[in-house]
Nanobody, 115 residues
Framework: QVQLVESGGGLVQPGGSLRLSCAASGSISSFNAMGWYRQAPGKQRESVASMTRGGITNYADSVTGRFTISRDNAKNTMYLQMNSLSPEDTAVYYC?????????WGQGTQVTVSS
């Protein structure tokens, strides 16, 4: 069973930056895709960014140009660099990983953008 652990969340002022990490308990190179979702209070969970095993990335319109997804296979870790943060980005951020048979989720990390 793969475990995903997010870190890097916290409180940041509008316009600031954060980098989220998602560390996997096993090799991430075998996953078909990995990515990030977020859920704001009172809202449905929404896709933020994803990356296929081949490196193809996809972003929500609301974060395009501000967020960058990446991964380090040697460290079995995926990242989400978030720049120009706004209060609308406040949410719990979850990483996920898709294998042939399963989808795995992390426990989430809180990101709060506030002055």
């Amino acid at each position: 069973q793969v475990q995903l652990v997010e870190s890097g969340g916290g409180l940041v002022q509008p316009g600031g930056s954060l980098r989220l990490s998602c560390a996997a308990s096993g090799s991430i190179s075998s996953f078909n895709a990995m990515g990030w979702y977020r859920q704001a209070p009172g809202k449905q969970r929404e896709s933020v960014a994803s990356m296929t095993r081949g490196g193809i990335t996809n972003y929500a319109d609301s974060v395009t140009g501000r967020f960058t997804i990446s991964r380090d296979n040697a460290k079995n870790t995926m990242y989400l660099q978030m720049n120009s943060l706004s209060p609308e980005d406040t949410a719990v951020y979850y990483c996920f990983a898709v294998s042939l048979l399963n989808t795995f989720w992390g426990q989430g990390t809180q990101v709060t953008v506030s002055s």
